[in-house]
């Protein structure tokens, strides 16, 4: 119970009535008792704005809401107990302009709150001209479809109408023909969104129509219908809400008239910012951040990935938790609040800085096994090649076509998080080919930090091959992001084979291979359809640095050190110790090749 809503410039004496309203109660028989009525357009008038009152079913003043002259009110969708049964309360507000009619938002806050009215109010000059009304059909709370045109209308009405109004017997038709019985379960449902996208994105490498194309692949990837999309264009963000306070309302009444759940921004929002658009809009803001996280927080499997996760969310929530204030306690899920669990988010800052600091040594701990991991690959002489690439460019499928992984493979963003890794037999060598997590534009940086054991093994990878995704006309955008994260990892300087992956979909390939000298060495490929698949296997060969070479060597007795190193670090094929010296063949590769050079008695090329 409270004030909320627009109260700047309101007079005190104004206030002060408002503050009374607040604590009273009104016949709970009647719809809108005329003395609540005739004080609301008294109110309406003195300040241009509607006003609205929410009372419950003993006729108590629940909340009062202020907006302003030319916008309707936000209704909180917090009133709204289940969606399974009637709120338990009716909003009654006011029309400046003397026009009752109720509008569309009117009717959609009817339904996206699950009022048990909603009456509107026509008022000129501080009088009551007209009042309309609203109810809920049964039907529509009891289908699955919810089409929006299920409702009651009733009025205009006149005093001597509403004071002989059957609002009670009305409300008891619609509850009792109201027959699901599971009434405070939340109903589980695909959010319905609008993303915000920004035509100038400074400092990006996608322009702002292929940033809001990949935000609503990432959204979707989520689990949200997108319903809309805005691309706006603003010079400078600003710090209280990001947008314009012009936009903002624009917004806000759409997000009203068409039911939205959730408000997704292509940028990333501070925290101030988060709060001040979830309490303005009435409903969860999230960012590209937020939805990326919480991606990757529904398809970590592994332990390790799982932590990996966790470290990133709570790195991102620990600065939100003093700004989302009370909006924090929510547990109905949803994009944005599912991951490491709804109860940590209600913890004290201490308690989340201990969970990052377990999730830092735990981390650390895997960091460790992994590099006990390398150098026995090292010791082994075992070549390693590392898939990386954009997200959702056919790593996985590319990884289970060379080696018959068998890992997920899927056409959507971040379908693999985990780290797998198999072995692939060239013609001359066998190597370790490890399929990485998919870098993505505007990859967060506390993900980046979260996945550092991990990301670090393409740092200690021989070779690097870039998959792409051919037929994305963002391809050159997707190539830079990727360099970015491999210069981040300072593992930009690893050989690397850009594959063009998905050839079979490119809609003009003869003008697209006229650009692949540009990335040599390059390779047009389908993962899907095998072609020149061979050829990949063949370039992977060439492009590996440091090669054995096969050798034949003649050893004098005084060097069976030499031989042992041999052994050690080297493949012996052969050895035969004749009159002279110790004959034997090996494939050696630097520096030890360049040690034995003056024992070679014949070089040559591999089998």
């Known amino acids: 119970m409270g004030l909320s809503g627009n109260t700047a410039n309101i007079k005190k004496n104004i206030l002060q009535q408002l503050e009374i309203l607040e604590e009273e109660s009104f016949p709970r028989h009647l719809l809108v008792s005329p003395e609540l009525a005739a004080r609301l357009a008294v109110i309406t008038h003195a300040i241009d704005r509607e006003v609205a009152v929410y009372l419950d079913r003993h006729g108590k003043v629940n909340e009062v809401m202020l907006g302003d002259s030319n916008t309707t009110l936000l209704i909180k969708t917090q009133i709204r107990r ?51 009304a609203a109810f809920i059909e049964p039907d529509y709370i009891n289908e699955t479809g919810k089409s929006q045109d299920k ?103 759409y997000r009203q008239e068409h039911s939205l759940d959730l408000i997704i921004f292509d940028n990333e929002l501070s925290p101030h910012q988060q709060a001040n658009l979830q309490e303005t809009l009435g409903c969860s803001v999230v960012d590209r951040t937020a939805l990326i996280l919480q ?31 009370a909006s924090m306690s929510r547990l109905g899920g949803g994009i944005g609040t599912r991951g490491p669990g709804e109860t940590k988010l209600e913890t004290d800052r201490r308690h989340i800085r201990g ?19 390398r150098q026995q690959r090292q010791e082994n002489r075992v070549p390693v090649a590392a898939l990386i690439g954009y997200t ?52 967060p940086h506390q993900l980046i930090a979260a996945f550092r054991a991990t990301l670090e093994e393409i740092k200690y990878a021989d070779l690097l091959i870039h998959i792409l995704d051919a037929s994305n006309p963002a391809y050159e ?10 210069h981040e990892l300072a593992a930009d300087d690893i050989p690397a084979i850009l594959v063009f992956n998905k050839w079979d979909q490119v809609a003009d ?61 080297g493949e012996v094929l052969a050895v035969e110790y004749t009159e002279v010296g110790i004959s034997c063949s090996a494939r050696l590769t630097e520096p030890l090749l360049s040690s034995v050079k003056p024992y070679m008695v014949k070089e040559a090329p591999v089998n």
Not at 228 to 251: F, H, R, V
Not at 395 to 407: D, E, F, I, Q, R
């Open 82 to 132: 289940s969606t399974s049964r009637l709120s338990g309360l009716r909003c009654i507000h006011t029309h400046p302009g003397g026009d009752s009619t109720l509008s569309k938002p009117d009717i959609s806050c009817l339904y996206e709150c699950y009022l048990d009215a909603i009456v509107a109010i026509g008022t000129l000059n501080g009088r009551v001209t007209t009042i309309q």
């Open 151 to 253: 409702y009651r209308h009733y009025g205009p009405l006149d005093s001597e109408e509403l004071e002989a109004f059957p609002f009670l017997d009305i409300l008891m038709e619609i509850d009792r023909q109201i027959i699901n019985p599971t009434l405070h379960e939340l109903e589980i449902k695909q959010e319905k969104a609008l993303l915000v996208g920004f035509k100038q994105q400074k400092g990006s490498l996608l322009n702002g129509e292929d940033s809001l194309i990949e935000l609503e692949e990432l959204a979707k990837t989520a689990g949200a219908f997108v319903y809309a999309k805005q691309l706006l264009n603003i010079d400078k963000p600003t710090p209280g809400y990001y947008i314009g306070t012009g936009k903002l309302k624009e917004i806000a009444l």
């Open 295 to 325: 991606i990757f927080a529904d398809r970590a499997k592994t332990k390790e990935g799982i932590l990996q996760v966790e470290l990133a969310q709570l790195s991102y929530l620990l600065p939100r938790l003093t700004g989302l204030g």
């Open 355 to 373: 969970r990052i600091n377990d999730l830092k040594n735990e981390i650390e701990t895997i960091k460790k096994q992994r590099k006990v991991l």
């Open 392 to 443: 959702n460019a056919g790593k996985s499928t590319l990884m289970n076509t060379l080696t018959n992984a068998g890992v997920l493979a899927e056409n959507k963003l971040f379908a693999t998080l985990d780290t797998t890794t198999r072995r692939l037999k060239l013609k001359q060598t066998e190597i370790l080919l490890s399929d990485t997590v998919g870098f993505i534009h505007k990859l």
């Open 477 to 486: 955008a997707h190539i830079q992001s990727v360099n970015a994260v491999l």
């Open 509 to 569: 390939t003869v003008e697209l291979s006229r650009n692949l000298h540009e990335y040599e060495p390059a390779l047009p490929v389908s993962a899907l359809t095998g072609y020149n698949i061979p050829e990949l296997l063949e370039l992977i060969q060439t492009c590996l640095p440091n090669q054995p070479t096969l050798v034949k060597l003649l050893l004098p007795f005084a060097q069976t050190s030499l031989l042992s190193r041999l052994y050690k670090e």
